[in-house]
């Protein structure tokens, strides 16, 4: 038997992807009142196809890479999305709303 190779559609923005990934993979923070998020993966390749406005960088205790957002301006760009395509995760989510 033959299984027939498909290639994977692009991981862009314009799909659930990272709000999938990030259900399971997300880290966020909150230190001194500011909120920064964390995704991290260990094919840059796949950051830097899904980045909006966020920083990339090598982590390595991970051998891996890890695509960071912090300030107002980057996280709008990401929670803009999660309107989008909103997480599941009900302990992410919580750690997301600004009363937390």
Known sequence: MIIEFIEPKPLTVDNAWVSGFGDGHFKI??????????IGQ???????????????????????????YSGITQLKLMISYL??????????IAKLNPTN
């Open 29 to 38: 923070n909150h230190i001194n009142f500011q909120r920064s998020l964390g």
């Open 42 to 68: 260990k094919e840059k390749k796949i950051l830097k196809n899904i980045a909006r406005g966020g920083s990339i960088y090598y982590d390595k205790s991970r051998d891996g890479w890890i695509l960071w």
């Open 83 to 92: 309107y989008v395509y909103p997480l599941h995760n009900p302990y992410k």
